[in-house]
C-alpha cells in the first residue's frame, strides 16, 4: 500500500512548541533539599472504614472539608485499611506532574477498568511503551495541526445545530444531554469522518455511551474491595465487544481505501516513529481511536454545559462575548483564521473549566518512596490532586468564586503560578489534545452563540455532582431562543 508521503515527511519535521514547554522534567525540585520533615495531618472517619462512606457519597466535600481544616498541606485520608493522600497546593501539584512525574505512576487498580477499554491507548501505558507511543502522537496534535481540523469540525456542528431548529422557542430541553449528543458526533466525525456511516455512528456512541458510564463508575469505587459487586457488568462487556466489532470493521476498510479523509484517523493510520519508523497495529489502532473518543467527548460536552449556566447567570459576559463574535465572525461561518481572533471565547472557556473542571480529580500512585516538602509518602501511596479546590485556593486567585474570564488576558498569564490552574492535567502526561478540544470548544460556542440565547429554567436547583465527571446533578434543563 502506497504511503501518503506529503503528510509522512510534513509529520517527521513538525516540532510542537508545546513539547519543549510541557517536558521540563529534570528542573530542580521547588523545596529545601534538606526540609524539615513534616507529618500529614490525617482525616480519620469512622472506625474500620474511615471516611471510605463520605467519598462515595459525596468526595468534594470531603476534600473541602480537608483543605478547610488544613490549608496548604498534604492531608492523608483514611479509606479503611488504606490511606490516599490529598495534594492541592500548586507547587506539590507541580512536583506529582513534573518534577518528578516519573515516580507518580496512574497505577493498577484505578486504571485498570479504563485499560479493559482502550487497552495501551496513551492515557494508560506507561514506561517505554508511553513514551513511544507520546513520541508517535505527539505532532498530530500541534496547535496548527489542530487547526487544520476546522474546516470539517465547521461542517459537523453547523449540521447537528441545525436540529437546534425545531428547539427554539419550545419546551425546554437538558443542556448536559444535547451537549453529549452533539459532541459525540462532532468528536466521531472528527475521528473517523465519512468512513462511518450513520448506523454504525449509532451503534458505536451507544456503546462508548455505556462504556463512558461504567468505566467512570469503576474507577470512582476503585478503593471498595475486590469481592464488592459492581452492578453493570454484563452492559459493559457487550458494550466492549460492540466497540471491537465497529471500529475494527473500520480499520480494515481504512486500510485498504485509496480516498483522503482528513481526519484523525488518517494521520493515526500514516504516523510513523521517527526512530524506529514503524506505525501502528490494528490493535493500536483500535486503543488509541477509542483513547480520543473517550478523553474527549464527555469532558468537552461537560464543559460546554457549564458555559451555558454560566453565560445566563452573567449577561454582562455573554454580551461581551456576543460583540466578540459579531466582529470577528458576524453570520458567516467561522474559519481556521477565525480562531485566534476569538480571543474572549476562548478565556471565557478557561475560566469555566477553573470553576468547573470537567475532570474533578486526577489520582497517581507513588512508585519509590518520596518526599514532597518535607511530607514523607511511601511506595504505593495514592495521591489525589483535586483540581476543582487548587482552582479556587485564595491565597492564588483575587475572589476565587467570581466568574471572571479577563483573569485569563495575557497580560495576567505570567502572573499566575503555572500549577494553579490545570485543567488538562500537566508535565509530560498533559492531555495531548488539549487544542483539539479548546478549538472544538471555541467553534460549538462561537456557532450557538450566533444563532442562540440559552436561559434556565427558574427555580430549577443547580449543583455540581461530585464524581470523576464534574456533572450538573440534576441536568440542566434551558429554553433555546433565537437571537
Request: charged share 25%; hydrophobic share 40%; proline share 7%.
Amino acid at each position: 500500500m502506497e504511503i501518503k508521503e506529503g503528510y509522512f515527511k510534513q509529520q517527521q519535521t513538525l516540532k510542537n512548541a508545546d513539547t519543549a514547554q510541557e517536558h521540563q522534567i529534570n528542573r530542580p525540585s521547588p523545596f529545601d533539599p534538606s526540609p524539615t520533615p513534616k507529618t500529614c495531618p490525617v482525616v480519620r472517619g469512622y472506625p474500620f472504614v474511615g471516611v471510605l462512606p463520605e467519598l462515595l457519597q459525596n468526595p468534594l466535600r470531603l476534600f473541602q472539608r480537608a483543605v478547610k481544616d488544613h490549608p496548604g498541606e498534604i492531608v492523608a485520608l483514611k479509606l479503611g485499611p488504606i490511606q490516599a493522600h490529598l495534594v492541592t497546593h500548586p507547587d506539590h501539584v507541580k512536583y506529582v506532574l513534573n518534577d518528578n512525574w516519573q515516580n507518580f505512576g496512574k497505577g493498577e487498580v484505578m486504571w485498570k477498568p479504563a485499560r479493559q477499554v482502550v487497552g495501551n491507548g496513551l492515557i494508560t501505558s506507561h514506561g517505554e511503551s508511553w513514551f513511544r507511543n507520546r513520541r508517535l502522537m505527539q505532532p498530530m496534535f500541534a496547535a496548527n495541526q489542530a487547526n487544520a481540523l476546522t474546516e470539517l469540525s465547521v461542517k459537523l456542528i453547523a449540521e447537528q445545530l441545525a436540529r437546534f431548529e425545531t428547539t427554539a422557542n419550545s419546551e425546554p430541553i437538558d443542556i448536559k444531554n444535547e451537549m453529549a449528543l452533539l459532541t459525540q458526533t462532532v468528536i466521531l466525525g472528527v475521528i473517523f469522518s465519512s468512513s462511518i456511516d450513520r448506523s454504525k455512528a449509532e451503534t458505536l456512541t451507544e456503546a462508548l455511551k455505556v462504556l463512558v458510564r461504567e468505566t467512570s463508575r469503576r474507577m470512582f469505587l476503585c478503593f471498595l474491595p475486590k469481592q464488592f459487586p459492581i452492578p453493570g457488568e454484563r452492559a459493559f462487556r457487550n458494550a466492549i465487544q460492540t466497540t471491537d466489532d465497529t471500529i475494527l470493521s473500520i480499520i480494515r476498510a481504512r486500510r485498504w481505501s485509496s480516498l483522503n479523509y482528513g481526519d484523525l484517523f488518517e494521520r493515526l493510520l500514516f504516523s510513523r516513529d521517527e526512530e524506529s519508523k514503524t506505525g501502528m497495529n490494528d490493535q493500536q489502532l483500535r486503543d488509541e481511536s477509542i483513547t480520543l473518543f473517550l478523553a474527549g467527548y464527555e469532558t468537552t460536552s461537560t464543559a460546554l454545559t457549564w458555559v451555558w449556566y454560566l453565560l445566563d447567570k452573567h449577561p454582562e459576559v455573554q454580551s461581551k462575548l456576543r460583540a466578540e463574535i459579531d466582529a470577528v465572525i458576524g453570520k458567516r461561518q467561522p474559519t481556521c483564521a477565525d480562531v485566534a481572533k476569538l480571543q474572549y471565547t476562548k478565556m471565557v472557556i478557561q475560566e469555566v473549566m477553573r470553576l468547573y473542571p470537567p475532570v474533578l480529580f486526577l489520582a497517581r500512585v507513588v512508585e519509590a518512596d518520596d518526599v514532597i516538602d518535607g511530607y514523607p509518602l511511601k511506595a504505593g501511596t495514592t495521591v489525589v490532586l483535586c483540581k476543582y479546590l487548587t482552582h479556587r485556593l485564595p491565597e492564588f486567585w483575587d475572589q476565587p468564586e467570581v466568574f471572571d474570564p479577563e483573569r485569563f488576558a495575557s497580560e495576567y498569564s505570567t502572573q499566575r503560578h503555572s500549577y494553579s490552574y490545570f485543567p488538562f492535567g500537566g508535565g509530560p502526561r498533559y492531555c495531548i489534545g488539549k487544542h483539539l478540544a479548546l478549538l472544538e470548544m471555541q467553534l460549538i460556542v462561537a456557532m450557538m452563540v450566533q444563532k442562540y440565547r440559552l436561559r434556565c429554567v427558574p427555580g430549577h436547583p443547580v449543583e455540581a455532582s461530585p464524581k470523576i465527571i464534574l456533572h450538573p446533578r440534576y441536568g440542566l434543563p434551558m429554553t433555546v431562543e433565537p437571537v
